[in-house]
């Protein structure tokens, strides 16, 4: 049974052109690695045939994930109901007084310079549900921390 994927419009989007990309061009540049490779010699003796072989089972496998979870998403905005779900930042206040957002959602959505919490990690599952001045207890390798939640906004990407 395949896990529903929330994904943002831009992580959607984001995905269906590397997709695009590793189906057409991509394949193409490893074609052509493996087919100069191979005009060098000996394939038994040749690391440079081995090392595009290699890296084309590797696309090969990216492109059954991309599909797999293109095919296994939900894409819609989040919304807004005053508590943390998946899709919003929360912002939170750790035991020593430190302030920091979170975007709870899946690795697919990873933006740059934001803290991602997926919501089955220790962090997101916590926060997931709470509101603005409530606190979330989670256990990790390092202990049992709590969060106070300050703020939830939704994410716009």
């Known amino acids: 049974m395949s896990e529903t994927t929330w994904l943002t419009p ?3 989007d984001k995905l269906v052109d590397e997709l695009e990309y590793l189906t057409t061009d991509g394949r193409r540049a490893i074609e052509k ?5 191979r005009d060098h010699g000996d394939l038994r003796e040749n690391a440079e045939y081995d ?3 290699n890296d084309q089972g590797l696309m090969e496998a990216r492109i059954r994930q991309l599909r797999h979870i293109i095919e296994n998403s ?3 905005e989040a919304e807004d109901s005053g508590r943390v779900e998946v899709g919003t930042v929360a912002t939170v206040v750790d035991g020593d007084g430190d302030e ?19 919501p089955t990690s220790p ?7 709470r509101a603005p001045g409530e606190e979330a ?3 990790a390798p390092g202990g049992t921390f709590t ?3 300050k703020a939830v906004r939704v994410y716009e990407g």
């Open 10 to 12: 831009a992580a959607y």
């Open 33 to 37: 690695r493996i087919s100069e490779a």
């Open 51 to 53: 090392t595009a072989k």
């Open 74 to 76: 939900e894409v819609r």
């Open 100 to 118: 920091m957002d979170y975007f709870i959602a899946s690795a697919e959505n990873k933006v740059p310079g934001m803290i991602l919490a997926s």
């Open 123 to 129: 962090v997101g599952a916590a926060l997931l549900g």
């Open 137 to 139: 207890t989670y256990e």
């Open 147 to 149: 969060l106070t939640v």
